[in-house]
């Protein structure tokens, strides 16, 4: 079964720092990016940025002002997210996603097909 | 960036009513949308991708229509199952960028 299974819930401070996880398995961890999504409690769904684990190739949605690092390890076919200085407003559902490449006609179309369970953050 | 605009942001159905959801972006992507169906507690499943092909395992009653700036995704006949939010995003370009969701509830 093709699945990612994200690190538990975290309670932090303002101005600290979080480190979450996404193992995958059930597929070729190395030939698919992973992407990041939040949703911030009463409001929808936000692209965070994605990273590519053959090359650690990464795209960051620059709304995040700088303030995370994807990273991926191989070996553990695991995708990691580091926040460094949270503030309040983070809290909320993180996600990560699986991102293949669709081919429509004679186009190729990306899209997230297989989702993590979500890793709350609450930071006050 | 491109902002997706998505309209209603809620609505009220029955089971068995015919459901349209549309969705606008502010430039011109071509096909580059993707529909998702989100549920309270769980992760967003994916519907459609390249704004018409339904995505494997998804029920046939969901289908996406559109190109260019408008698109639209349509319930053919709503199941007690389908009750959620629905999210379009674009994959044009960096960043990518869902809409604000429509709400599907209950009449």
């Known amino acids: 079964e093709v699945q990612l299974v994200q690190s538990g819930p975290e309670v932090k401070k303002s101005g600290e720092s979080l480190k979450m996880s996404c193992q995958g398995s059930?597929?070729?961890?190395?030939?698919?990016?992973i992407g990041w999504v939040r949703q911030i409690p009463g409001k929808g769904l936000e692209w965070m940025g994605i990273?590519?684990?053959?090359?650690?190739?990464?795209r960051y949605n620059p709304s995040l002002e700088g303030r995370v690092t994807f990273s991926v390890d191989k070996s553990s076919k695991t995708a990691y997210m580091q926040w460094s200085s949270l503030k309040a407003s983070d809290s909320g559902m993180y996600f990560c996603?699986?991102?293949?490449?669709?081919?429509?006609?004679?186009?190729?179309?990306?899209?997230?097909?297989?989702w993590g369970q979500g890793t709350m953050v609450t930071v006050s | 960036d491109i902002q997706m605009a998505q309209s209603p942001s809620s609505l009220s159905a029955a089971v068995g009513d015919r459901v349209t959801i549309s969705c606008r972006a502010s430039?011109?992507?071509?096909?580059?949308l993707n529909w998702y169906q989100h549920k309270p507690g769980s992760a967003p499943n994916l519907l459609i991708f390249?704004?018409?092909s339904l995505h494997t395992g998804v029920p046939s009653r969901f289908s996406g229509s559109g190109s260019g700036t408008d698109f639209t995704l349509t319930i053919s006949s709503l199941q007690p199952e389908d009750f959620a939010t629905y999210y379009c995003?674009?994959?044009?370009?960096?960043?990518?960028?869902f809409g604000q969701g429509t709400k599907v509830e209950i009449k």
């Open positions: 990273i590519f684990p053959g090359d650690s190739e990464t």
């Open positions: 059930g597929y070729n961890f190395g030939t698919y990016w």
């Open positions: 390249a704004a018409s």
């Open positions: 996603a699986r991102r293949p490449r669709f081919s429509s006609g004679r186009d190729f179309f990306t899209a997230f097909d297989i």
């Open positions: 430039d011109n992507i071509g096909a580059y």
């Open positions: 995003q674009q994959s044009y370009s960096l960043p990518r960028t």
